[in-house]
């Protein structure tokens, strides 16, 4: 079966899509000794792929892990200013796995990395609504805020739903809360809450769907069991 050669690139470990495009675009690519080109499609089974002059690495095994994202990392593969990426976290595997989603460089908590396309394409597709919940430590009238909270709100323009919000964590000055939300939009905990007169002072995310943090320390990893890749998928 013939599938564009970005994507087999991609799949292989080569790089991100937009990256393989860029090798192709660069004449590093050859399929069967002539150089490819964009758009090309390409049989793994029976085309010869080079990259690099080398030939195209089998494609490795389906690999998923649980990050316990620290607070200061990018959540990327590479950084032009230099910044400690989740893959500097997570050096030690070999395979290259693609962040799935995203949390913001001062966000800390659960992230998955995957090679896995499907599983990738079924948590960050926004059809799917797979709830995420985030501790808030913050500042300011948190009973009032949580009202707030439970009422659409429109964020940049775009109206997001309810959350659930709880009050964890009573302060003198606030206080920590749990926010359980199902989309996913960028800074949208923490512009919600600044909406709802809150200053966020530390966030993370302690749960997506059914996965949580439970056993793994802060800047540690885990590899998801198949049965946990499986429920994900369903």
Aim: charged letters at 30%; one cysteine or more; hydrophobic letters at 40%.
């Amino acid at each position: 079966m013939k599938e564009r050669l970005s994507k087999v690139l991609a799949a292989h470990g080569v790089a991100s899509r937009r990256g393989a495009e860029t090798l192709i675009e660069s004449g590093r690519v050859k399929v069967n000794g002539q150089t490819a080109v964009i758009g090309q499609k390409v049989d793994i089974e029976s085309d010869a792929i080079e990259v690099s002059g080398r030939p195209l690495r089998p494609c490795p095994e389906p690999m998923t892990i649980l990050l316990h994202k620290p607070r200061g990392v990018v959540t990327t593969l590479s950084d032009e200013k230099g910044r400690r990426t989740v893959r500097d976290v997570v050096s030690e595997i070999d395979t290259r796995l693609v962040p799935v989603g995203r949390l913001d460089i001062n966000t800390e908590g659960l992230l998955l990395m995957s090679n896995d396309g499907a599983l990738v394409h079924r948590i960050t597709h926004p059809s799917h609504e797979i709830e995420k919940e985030y501790h808030v430590w913050v500042t300011g009238p948190v009973d009032a805020a949580k009202l707030i909270l439970a009422e659409p709100m429109t964020i940049e323009g775009h109206t997001v739903k309810p959350v659930r919000a709880a009050l964890v964590e009573r302060r003198e000055d606030g206080g920590v809360l749990a926010l359980v939300i199902h989309e996913g939009r960028h800074h949208q905990v923490r512009l919600m809450c600044e909406q709802a007169g809150l200053t966020v002072k530390r966030l993370a995310r302690v749960r997506l769907g059914f996965l949580t943090l439970q056993g793994v320390p802060y800047g540690k990893w885990r590899k998801l069991t198949p049965l946990e890749v499986k429920k994900l998928k369903q």
